[in-house]
């Protein structure tokens, strides 16, 4: 037998045969026996799993030394048997597989950090899944969407409703080449005055809009109205609007009718329950009027944009009220609902479509419509689309309209994204603002009540309820599903016709409670902040809030579903804890905006809150402006920190004054700098120069040249008379001295060099 040698004699290898093993793969490691190992200490003890075949291979091994015999000279090396033992077990049968009763005994000793991934992947499921069921626009989950979706945690689906990362992404459409389509030309002025309007003077309009609280701002502002007969409806919508029960335009109707009438693009910013549906619904049935016929596979004509599925439902009933007089068809597209129905009533054409942006560009990507020849947009609560997430969805759907649409845009707030917006997809548009932006209505009557805890605020329900209830229909808010569930059980125990409305609910069951709501089979509504917005029930007399509110603009929605429209019978009552003292000084701030009445009980609380009460302390002492920019708490800017109607102050006789307008500061800004600078120039002659720097030539020929900015010798403000009768304190006196010492000139001299210009002398220290 050849051997081969390893560089010691005795060592070497039977190459008798040539394993698959070592033709594919190196060579494995040799296992050396524990005994082999003394004296050594770098060996390594990784192949453990071996260890197991260690006797039954030294068996063999000493079998073949002793029963076979070799008629070579050389003695076999034990470590080639050895190692021929264990090759032929790799080749006889794998290793017996693990029993499971074995496995499981092994893991019954956790790894800690094995737990702790464990126990954070099980928490990261149940986020998701609450993520993935809440209701985007019903619970608490409401106010974390906008920042759970600038993190990148959360998404929408086409339903509008709040997804995981990892599931499907409603991709905007891209935007289309106008420039490549030819549209058809259309109209959009149908707005003349009437004699009435037209006769009303600057003056006599200015104090007509300071009436109704209205601030204006853009081009040619079109006059506002006083009556609807001022807009020039055809009588089809005249007899809509009287069997609607509207006697007189709103404050946003008054100023917006005219405005959406003339074919201008506008922002109205408006509080909540103000009319401004009916501000865009009536001018947009006259749009449509005026235009040709659809015909197959076109449409719509108008579009309209809200953030939730309520206010969308909401609009889309205004809407066909109004659209029913002229048979104009009018569909909802919103989540929740079939999408094969919306698909065929789509496909059936109609000339206004109300959609949520999710489920519109779905029905786009599916050809359900086409936007050519849409002409009329409306983005309705465009703040509130933001928050939840929906602006690339919206320019995705203002980029398939035509460039030269009538586009109408309308928030209760005006955060700086929606003011982004609004500069890039409106043209020249004119501005309206009634009242103060984010501002409660001030036809609703607050009533706040400050309760020690949460579980004195039941009671007081139960004992206020049925007075609310003969007044009218009750809305009452909490911030959580399990509280709405809670309310809604006791109120059910003790008779009360009561339902509850939150995001478990689907939208087939949240359409059939507020049906029968608004029917008169349920008298009191328990409700999260699916129903603070767009919610138009006449009927409701009453809003409690049982729980606060998670900022101010949430507050002024969710009381704003009473005293809608005018309606000057609303009651909004607010009960808060003393450990919400933060809450509390917002709310002293919207309540002092509004004109409403600030409890003993709600000041003082408001007074535990460090912020509230420094911003206060500072408008107390000695005139002084605080050190904040102002303003009321959120949503209220411009508010004076009072204590409202019927509160008894220490400094109730401090006279009140205006905060002056941006023309006027700049006014006195620049007084003050001119007084400053007269204060620190003398004028003079240029004989006086002479006269007076005349025995010193170098000063004379080193002089410096003028400021900056500065004629040399003129006067700044004017004359030079004119500039001494009014800088001077004794004009007679200080005139006449001044010229005399520094020109030498007799006072009563006549000055011959009145018309060369005149040098003035350097501010003091100026050579310094």
Known sequence: MSKRKFGFEGFGINRQSTYSFERSQPPQRLYVPPSARHGHDHYEDTDIDNIDFDDNNNDDGSKNNNGGGNDDDDEIDPLDAFMEGIHEEMRAAPPPKEKAEDRYRDDEDDDPLESFLKAKKDLGLTLASDALHAGYDSDEEVYAAAKAVDAGMIEYDSDDNPIVIDKKKIEPIPAL???????????????????????????????????????????????????????????????????????????????????????????????????????????????????????????????????????????????????????????????????????????????????????????????????????????????????????????????????????????????????????????????????????????????????????????????????????????????????????????????????????????????????????????????????????????IKSVVNFDIAKDMDMHVHRIGRTGRAGDKDGVAYTLITLKEARFAGELVNSLVAAGQNVSVELMDLAMKDGRFRSKRDARKGGGKKGKGRGGGGRGVRGVDFGLGIGYNSESNNAPSTTAPSRSAAVNSLRTGMMSQFKSNFVAASSNSQNQGFGSNTSMAANKRPALPGFVSGGSIGGDINTYQNTASPNPATSAVNSTSQVSGVNPGQKNTNSSKPKERRRPSGWDR
């Open 177 to 539: 080449d106008h420039s490549s389509i030819d549209y058809e030309p259309f109209n959009k002025d149908f707005y003349e005055e009437t004699p009435s309007i037209s006769g009303m003077s600057e003056q006599d309009v200015s104090e007509y809009r300071k009436s109704l609280a209205i601030r204006v701002s853009g081009f040619d502002v079109p006059k506002p109205i006083k009556t609807f007969e001022d807009c020039g409806f055809p009588s089809q919508i005249m007899n809509a609007i009287k069997k609607q029960g509207y006697e007189k335009p709103t404050s946003i109707q008054c100023q917006a009718l005219p405005v959406v009438l003339s074919g201008r693009d506008i922002i109205g910013i408006a509080k909540t329950g103000s009319g401004k549906t009916a501000s865009f619904v009536l001018p947009m049935i006259v749009h449509i009027m005026d235009q040709p016929e659809l015909q197959k596979e076109e449409g719509p004509i108008g579009v309209i944009c809200a953030p939730t599925r309520e206010l969308a439902h909401q609009i889309y009933l205004e809407a066909k009220k109004f659209a029913k007089a002229y048979g104009v068809r009018v569909s909802a597209v919103y989540g929740g609902m079939s999408k094969l129905e919306q698909f065929k009533e789509l496909k059936a054409g109609c000339e206004i479509v109300v959609a949520t942006p999710g489920r519109l560009i779905d029905m786009l990507k599916m050809k359900a419509l086409t936007m050519m020849r849409a002409t009329y947009l409306v983005l309705d609560e465009a703040d509130r689309m933001f928050d939840l997430g929906f602006e690339p969805q919206v320019r995705s759907i203002v980029g398939q309209i035509r460039p030269d649409r009538q586009t109408l845009l309308f928030s209760a707030t005006m955060p700086r994204k929606v003011e982004k917006l609004a500069r890039e997809i409106l043209s020249d548009p004119i501005r309206v603002t009634v009242g103060e932006v984010g501002m409660a209505n001030e036809d609703i009557t607050q009533v706040v009540h400050v309760i020690p805890s949460d579980s004195e605020k039941l009671p007081w329900l139960l004992e206020k309820l049925p007075e609310m209830i003969d007044q009218g229909d009750t809305l009452v808010f909490a911030s959580k599903k399990a509280t709405v569930d809670e309310i809604e059980s006791q109120l059910a125990q003790r008779g009360f016709k009561v339902a509850a409305l939150h995001g478990d609910k689907d939208q087939a069951s949240r359409m059939d409670i507020l049906q029968k709501f608004k029917s008169g089979l349920y008298h009191v509504l328990i409700a999260t902040d699916v129903a603070a917005r767009g919610l138009d029930i006449k009927s």
